[in-house]
């Protein structure tokens, strides 16, 4: 069973959709019963990123977390938002601690005449690190995006893919059982569905 | 490299009536069913969907929740949903069923903070704000609300504009004049917004062949061409429409 975590903030639908179709199980929630008992989490997110972390605090999902997470090794995947509050610090509407999963900061991409923000649509994703989620997708296959900011890791050897938008920024990671995608795989189409099935192999 | 996008629109009259085309915003002509069309867009593996219940501002209705729901189930792709779209809670609603992009037009016309308020609630990513213009016979772009009933004195730039400063993530431009037309997009008009707004500009309105996609990118930078006639009236489907740009050097998902 897969529990979608519900902070207020998710496109859950979507990803619901998505897992279902992937063949998983899903529950969307908040509770730390269910959280406990899941095989896999997902992290999903829209929205600004301090909206996002107060509102993971208020239900208290930031202990439950560290304790799926961190100790009892859990797979959870990080979409979008999800990717970024894995952050220690993000910088949307002013600085704010992230949950920490993944040590680096959240910044905006930065703008010009020819980068538009938000950076939305399909841009490939170059793969620079072997990582059992992109198995069997080709390397710069087209994912969907729809963002501002990217979370920049400290520790470049967690950095599984990029993408070029103006500036190289990093797309996905993975520290042991934490995965994070800044693309929607939920509205990717194939390559999108295989990377959950990837993630549900996990 | 972002690729430009291609994206049907789908517009909805009603239950009875299904999807309407029109043309210049009027001659509403029926041309199929909504669900089985998002269905064929998805197997046709498009870009993006856009989903406008124009029968909710026309017949005084809500948007119908269940179509949009109907619709969601078949899609695997990014959905924008408009249609009287009118508080924070109607658009919680929508994004609770699915939707990821909310399309504002008449209402935040009215009432402008709407924008700001979906834009701090979800994030501007979420909000499309859909901007009707049409030529004025002394050669002057205005904006029409209402779907296209009503004209009123902003000029599509400065609101584009203004729409981009209150949290608008995305301007869908449409040509009221080219619509349904299929004589190719309103190249001035299109070029004023991407020049007024530094977030990304989709454009509508009158795309009859795959050269005026070309055009409407080469000439205006328009980073999503969004069509409808073309789809329903011709053989040129989004992925032909596609192969076309690309032999143009335009990058495209294919």
Not at chain 1, 124 to 142: A, M, Y
Not at chain 2, 165 to 187: H, M, N, P, V, W
Not at chain 2, 206 to 231: Q, T
Request: contains cysteine; glycine residues 8%.
């Amino acid at each position: 069973m897969t529990v979608i975590i519900d902070y207020g903030l998710g496109n859950l639908a979507s990803v619901a959709k998505a897992f279902k179709k992937a063949g998983s199980e899903i529950v969307i929630s908040s509770d730390s019963n269910l959280i406990s008992k899941a095989d896999h989490l997902v992290l999903p997110g829209q929205g600004a990123f301090s909206d996002g972390i107060n509102n993971i605090r208020k239900l208290k999902l930031d202990k439950i977390l560290y304790q799926q997470v961190l100790k009892e090794k859990k797979p959870i995947l990080g979409i979008c938002l999800g990717m970024q509050l894995m952050a220690n610090i993000g910088y949307e509407n002013g600085e704010c601690q992230g949950l920490g999963l993944i040590e680096g900061k959240t910044i905006k991409i930065k703008a010009s005449a020819k980068i538009r923000l938000p950076h939305i649509g399909w841009d490939n994703v170059e793969i620079e690190k072997k990582s059992t989620i992109f198995s069997e997708i080709p390397n710069n296959s087209d994912f969907y995006f729809l963002h501002s900011y990217h979370l920049v890791p400290s520790d470049k050897s967690l950095i599984v893919a990029t993408c070029d938008y103006g500036q190289k920024f990093v797309v996905s990671a993975q520290k042991g059982n934490i995965f994070a995608t800044l693309f929607h795989p939920e509205k990717s189409h194939d390559f999108g569905i295989k990377l959950i099935k990837n993630f549900l192999e996990c | 490299m972002l690729k430009t996008r291609v994206i049907p629109i789908l517009l909805f009259k009603g239950p009875d009536i299904g999807l309407v085309k029109s043309v210049q915003f009027d001659w509403l002509r029926t041309v199929g069913n909504p669900i089985n069309s998002a269905r064929v867009y998805n197997s046709r593996n498009v870009d993006e969907l856009i989903f406008l219940d124009i029968g909710a501002r026309r017949d005084n209705r809500q948007i119908n929740y269940k179509v949009v729901n109907d619709i969601f189930k078949e899609c695997f792709m990014p959905l924008t949903v408009g249609g009287k779209i009118e508080t924070i809670e109607d658009v919680r609603k929508l994004l609770l069923i699915g939707a990821d992009k909310i399309s504002i037009n008449t209402a935040a016309i009215e009432r402008p903070e709407l924008i700001s308020e979906i834009a701090n609630s979800y994030g501007s990513q979420c909000v499309v704000v859909s901007i009707d213009a049409k030529k004025s016979p002394e050669g002057k772009y205005l904006v029409y609300c209402s779907g296209g009933q009503k004209k009123t004195n902003l000029s599509p730039d400065l609101w584009a504009k203004q729409a981009e400063k209150l949290g608008a993530g995305e301007i869908l431009i449409t040509s009221i004049d080219r619509d349904g037309t299929r004589q190719g997009y309103d190249i001035q008009l299109i070029k004023n917004i991407t020049n007024a707004v530094k977030i990304p500009v989709i454009a509508a309105g009158g795309a009859g062949n795959p050269d005026h996609f070309v055009e409407a990118v080469k000439k205006c930078s328009a980073n999503a061409l969004a069509a409808a006639s073309i789809f329903h009236f011709t053989q040129f489907t989004p992925n032909s429409i596609k192969q076309k740009m690309r032999q143009a050097n335009i990058p495209v998902r294919l």
